[in-house]
């Protein structure tokens, strides 16, 4: 405990004495960013940089650690499929300083403690990468049959098919408006028409997009009406959202069972303490407790974990 009260002391006063600086110095940074205004509005017309930035992180020392690495590149693409704007080194860098807070704070309660939770500390920011990601997934399935049959309209008003997805691209909203303007930008720059759709399934990387993609491919070897595939795939895409909607329907019961089995012992623990401290004090303060609690936490975990796996259909 003292660890921690000495490690909340030191960032507390990391950020006293900053904001005392801030303070103390307002005039001289606000007379600097008032010049940086102004030197940006007399340079607004010098070329812009056109080269992507390939580094891994703005710490140089972190970016030669981090560059060539085969899970920086698994971390790369995570982080695009989630839509976010982050660097492998923020990345990095929070999943570090999470495990070591996790660290420090369960350093009381024995060593499998502070190693559970400078676990869950490390992991923490994929676990946000990875709902966010589901996420954009959802809302992006949500678009697609829109965004195709926009597609599909402004074939038949004339406009050619990479016309359609500019136009897709400017009048649809993120995040799939943005995908679809990112194949435009990257087909006219000079990537050939396949390589900018495969890259546009690996940005999403869901099955909608892939047959979305895959019709795209066979009707542009092959030949036929692109209209008709698209409204054939439009339809079949709304067809799938429905049924989803139907399974979530059916399966609601069995996780709100397997969040209130889950719920139902913190409850209970929590009542005892309220009402009975002392009898549960002994799991906190002997080592047999505290075993007893984490190994209840994790059966409890991995118990929450199967049910709602098992009341999930794939589709």
Known sequence: MQTVVLFLVFFGTTLVLFGAYVFANRRRLEATAALKARIGATTARSPTPILRD???????????VLTGRSFTVLIEVAIERAGLHWTVGEFTIASALLASMGLLAAQ???????????????????????????????????QLPEAIDMIVNAMRAGFSFQAAMKFVGEEMAAPIGEEFA??????????????????????IDTLDIKMFVTS?????????NLGEILTGLSTLIRDRAALRDQIDTLTAEPKLTGTALALLPLL?????????????????????????LMFAAGILTVGFLMIRRIARIDM
């Open 54 to 64: 390939l580094r891994k992180s703005a710490v140089p020392m972190l970016d030669r």
């Open 108 to 142: 009381s309660f024995g060593v499998a403690a502070s190693l559970a939770a400078a676990t869950i500390g490390l992991v923490l920011p994929t676990f946000l990468l990875n709902v966010q990601r589901r996420r954009r997934v959802a809302r992006i399935e949500e």
């Open 182 to 203: 990112t194949f435009y930008e990257e087909q006219r720059l000079g990537l050939d028409v396949r390589d900018a759709l495969l890259d546009l399934q690996e940005r």
């Open 216 to 224: 795209l491919l066979i009707q542009r070897e092959t030949g036929g």
């Open 268 to 292: 209970a623990f929590a009542v005892i303490m309220i009402l009975n401290r002392p009898m549960m004090q002994p799991m906190f303060d002997t080592e047999t407790g505290r075993y007893t």
